[in-house]
């Protein structure tokens, strides 16, 4: 009965900040009208056919997919290497180590981003360090290469933390035998350390994928809003066109596949699955 009166509270905050937000979204998503009168609406399908009949709007949705999918590989693959060499480390050292990834995200991811604008820019350091070399300065923003950049930079700790969480949790007498058994170091690690690093994995590919596919400030600022990204549209409908119906459809699109890519992920999260932690 105790238990129930302390859960209240969080009924009350799952209600307003997710129930009904996620309604409006809804309402908002298949009707028309406008926008500021809720009593102008009307049920409609017309948002999300104007979005599938546009090549547009779907060209955007797979460019964010692709970049969103790119930064991802490119996390993993820098990620994995750094996790295990920090859990191999000394417990002091280690800890040291995983502070210098934690500390850059106690800073605004604003203000992280607007950094790589002094780094990249035509003025920048790059390129004041470039043009000291005698050659001629690069076009490093404004670009898809510069909007990767920014991701992998941003989304990079999140790849990192679970996958060295799950790694420092493998237990040494697994790996112990494995090399007894006469496993050289790189079978032990295919065949006993991978394996069971899996689950940090998936929840780093989920951690870095979803923020990545729904971002807008990188693309804002390193792309320089020349080529949007799905995230950009839904800002713009929301900011300056007005179109909050169609801004609310294209959110719900993008969460279905938010919502696909993580029940994919869960599928292959054998352990969740066998407690019952799977999306589905």
């Known amino acids: 009965m105790k238990l129930k009166r302390f859960s209240i509270p969080y009924i009350l905050w799952l209600i307003i900040f997710i129930v009904i937000p996620l309604f409006l979204i809804v309402s908002y998503a298949f009707s028309i009208g406008d926008s500021q009168h809720i009593s102008t609406f009307k049920f409609s399908l017309e948002n999300f056919e104007r979005f599938i009949s546009s090549p547009i709007y779907i060209k955007v949705l797979i460019r964010s997919v692709r970049l969103a999918l790119v930064s991802t590989i490119v996390c993993l693959a820098l990620g994995y290497p750094i996790a295990y060499i920090i859990s191999k480390e000394k417990p002091k050292k280690r800890n040291v180590m995983i502070l210098m990834f934690v500390i850059p ?3 605004n991811f604003l203000l992280r981003t607007y950094a790589w604008l002094t780094l ?11 043009t000291k070399l005698g050659f001629q300065p690069l076009d490093l923003l404004y670009n898809d290469t510069s909007v990767l950049l920014g991701m ?4 990079l700790p999140f790849m990192v933390l679970p996958i060295f969480s799950v790694l420092t949790k493998i237990d040494i007498r697994l790996i112990e035998a494995a090399e007894d058994l006469g496993a050289n170091k790189i079978k032990t690690f295919m065949k006993v350390i991978f394996p069971l690093s899996l689950p940090g994995v998936i929840t780093g590919i989920s951690m870095v994928f979803i923020p990545a596919v729904s971002t807008f400030i990188i693309s804002s600022l390193l792309g320089g809003n020349k080529a949007n990204l799905i995230g950009n549209i839904i800002e713009q409908q929301f900011r300056y066109t007005g179109d909050w119906h169609f801004g609310s459809a294209m959110s719900i699109i993008l969460m279905i596949f938010i919502l696909l890519t993580m029940a994919l992920t869960s599928k292959f999260d054998k352990e969740k699955e066998g407690e019952g932690g799977g999306l589905w």
């Open 105 to 107: 995200m106690w800073m």
């Open 120 to 130: 990249l820019g035509k003025g920048g350091i790059i390129n004041i360090f470039i």
């Open 152 to 155: 992998v930079y941003n989304f």
